[in-house]
């Protein structure tokens, strides 16, 4: 089974720079714990008055936290696809001036992590604050043999923050033009977002 780096990224995207008012903090939402209890009823998150010209709408909103904030249309296709780690986060998307132009949007919690990584091989440094996560990758080598036949869309253990996805998942996702995100072959993956 072959494996991608998932990124969100568009141009011109509504840029959304943090999550709803009550939100848990933060570096929760990067530990792969479940937040549903702590996350309030009714988020709204907003495109950023920094950049007034972006207005597109995404399935993978574009933010600051580097979160997946994704569209009804996508969710619905991850939840078909058997998706069984995913904790969906409801929010409506509001444009600059405060219209809901996402009405059913949610940030993917993706719970749990898969040990994917292969320290040995992999090029990497450390995290100077959590010594127990990576903090730069040069080039990513998988252990695939410890990756879970069930893992669709999930995160590293030693790198909370990079998502990796199932190549059958990755051309479900082409197939159905889904937009706002750009993937990278997993093995030899140099860290880079071009």
């Known amino acids: 089974?072959?494996?991608?780096?998932?990124?969100?990224?568009?141009?011109?995207?509504?840029?959304?720079?943090?999550?709803?008012?009550?939100?848990?903090?933060?570096?929760?939402?990067?530990?792969?714990?479940?937040?549903?209890?702590?996350?309030?009823?009714?988020?709204?998150?907003?495109?950023?008055?920094?950049?007034p010209e972006d207005r597109n709408l995404y399935d993978f909103q574009p933010n600051l936290m580097s979160a997946l904030l994704v569209s009804g249309r996508a969710r619905k296709l991850i939840n078909s696809l058997g998706v069984s780690n995913a904790e969906w986060l409801p929010v409506v998307v509001k444009?600059?001036?405060?219209?809901?132009?996402?009405?059913?949007?949610?940030?993917?919690?993706?719970?749990?992590?898969?040990?994917?990584?292969?320290?040995?091989r992999s090029n990497y440094e450390m995290n100077s604050i959590d010594k127990e996560q990576i903090g730069l990758i040069d080039k990513l080598a998988l252990q695939t043999t410890a990756i879970s036949p069930d893992a669709k869309l999930f995160r590293c253990t030693k790198e909370r923050r990079l998502i990796l996805i199932r190549e059958d998942v990755h051309a479900a996702f082409e197939q159905a033009g889904l937009?706002?995100?750009?993937?990278?072959?997993?093995e030899g993956w140099d860290g880079l977002e071009l």
């Open 1 to 51: 089974m072959k494996y991608f780096v998932f990124k969100v990224m568009a141009e011109e995207a509504g840029f959304i720079e943090s999550y709803p008012r009550g939100s848990p903090t933060d570096w929760k939402f990067d530990m792969g714990i479940s937040l549903a209890k702590d996350f309030p009823a009714g988020g709204e998150v907003s495109f950023s008055d920094n950049y």
């Open 95 to 120: 444009d600059h001036q405060g219209a809901i132009v996402g009405p059913d949007y949610a940030f993917l919690n993706l719970q749990g992590a898969e040990d994917a990584i292969d320290m040995e």
């Open 179 to 186: 937009t706002g995100f750009k993937v990278y072959e997993a």
